[in-house]
């Protein structure tokens, strides 16, 4: 069982930075792969990035890649989310995301993941 509790999101003006926390309970933190999801306002839960159990391969949507960055410390059992440049389009509530190191699902498919924080608001005003 791993519960998962996000932290760091708010309001944030276009151009913006700020970086999202997910703390993960448990010892087998670095057993599982992790991911970044976000649902904005009246749309689909969509895949923004994940990063593999070790740290070693990091993955992202087309639509954040360049601009946000994955990144875990196994030691604290924690998984950040550095979001730069900040577009209003990225105002939706992120969630952090659990599952199992190995799947024959892809990164960005949600199915993959067992274990799903609460989400924090994040706010990009224009």
């Known amino acids: 069982q791993v519960q998962l509790v996000e932290s760091g999101g708010g309001l944030v003006q276009a151009g913006g930075s700020l970086r999202l926390s997910c703390a993960a309970s448990?010892?087998?933190?670095?057993?599982?792969?992790m991911g970044w999801f976000r649902q904005a306002p009246g749309k689909e839960r969509e895949f923004a990035a994940a990063?593999?159990?070790?740290?070693?391969?990091?993955y992202y949507a087309d639509s954040v890649k360049g601009r946000f960055t994955i990144s875990r410390d196994n030691a604290k059992n924690t998984v950040y989310l550095q979001m730069n440049s900040l577009k209003p389009e990225d105002t939706a509530v992120y969630y952090c995301?659990?599952?199992?190191?190995?799947?024959?699902?892809?990164?960005?498919?949600?199915?993959?993941?067992?274990?799903w924080g609460q989400g924090t608001q994040v706010t990009v005003s224009s």
């Open positions: 995301a659990a599952a199992p190191k190995y799947s024959g699902r892809a990164y960005h498919d949600q199915g993959r993941y067992n274990y």
């Open positions: 448990g010892r087998t933190f670095s057993s599982y792969a």
């Open positions: 990063i593999s159990w070790s740290g070693g391969s990091t």
